[in-house]
């Protein structure tokens, strides 16, 4: 185990259901992070949170909403989802923020979202 | 434009035969590049990170390679494992900001008995 949770590991909604995914993080660490996993497609940044505040948004739409309340849990809320949202939702955290740093990042099992 | 690009896009191969997965990338200014390897219906777990001024990087059985000057990078696995069957995604950090990472689409390999 990496030290990342995340529930559930599968959801399946309609387009008109409000849901949540939580993760939460055992490490001690202060960034976190939303990914999205299509197949045969690159990992999509969504999100990212670094001390509880956001610094990055990657033209995300709105019918995703994150909350970060504090640096061990981050949450994704869904509403009004399409079909083409079905994917794997990854999320990460790492001691701090990445890029010049080498700082590893460390990912739960990912939510299996599937929008009907 | 930054780019990861991996080949190939996905191999088979008998288990306790060596194999070697490739990663070109064009993202500049280069800061680390790392190899994750992603069991189905799981996260990535990582395996190697290597800087600039890396050209090698073993974890056991997984050895990472990299060249700066033509951006490339490999991995070789030897004596493979029914439990090396998975995805391997190469990743690049650039310098320019925090959380600038460019994801390559990975290389599924499946190793048989």
């Known amino acids: 185990e990496t030290g990342v949770t995340q529930t559930p590991r599968h959801l399946v909604m309609g387009m008109t259901n409000k849901k949540s995914l939580k993760c939460e993080q055992h490490?001690?660490?202060?960034?976190m992070y939303w990914y999205k996993q299509s197949a045969k497609k690159p990992l999509e940044l969504m999100f990212v949170?670094?001390?509880?505040?956001?610094?990055e948004n990657n033209s995300v739409p709105s019918r995703f909403s994150p909350e970060c309340p504090n640096s061990s849990h981050l949450f994704l809320h869904l509403h009004t989802l399409q079909p083409e949202d079905s994917a794997l939702y990854l999320c990460?955290?790492?001691?701090?923020?990445?890029?010049?740093?080498?700082?590893?990042?460390?990912f739960g099992p990912g939510t299996r979202l599937t929008v009907t | 434009k930054n780019q990861v690009e991996q080949s190939p896009q996905s191999l088979i191969i008998l288990e306790g035969k060596n194999c070697t997965l490739q990663?070109?990338?064009?993202?500049?200014?280069?800061?680390?590049l790392r190899w994750y390897k992603q069991d189905t219906g799981r996260g990535p777990v990582s395996l190697t990170i290597m800087t600039f001024s890396e050209n090698t990087k073993s974890n056991g059985r997984y050895t990472a390679t990299l060249d700066a000057d033509t951006k490339q990078s490999s991995l070789h696995i030897t004596a493979s494992q029914l439990s090396d069957s998975a995805s391997y995604i190469c990743v690049v950090s650039d310098q320019t900001g925090a959380n600038n990472l460019f994801f390559g689409t990975g290389t599924r390999l499946t190793v048989i008995p």
């Open positions: 990663c070109n990338y064009t993202v500049s200014p280069f800061s680390n």
């Open positions: 490490l001690g660490h202060n960034a």
């Open positions: 949170y670094n001390f509880k505040e956001q610094t």
């Open positions: 990460a955290s790492s001691q701090a923020l990445t890029g010049g740093a080498a700082y590893e990042q460390y």
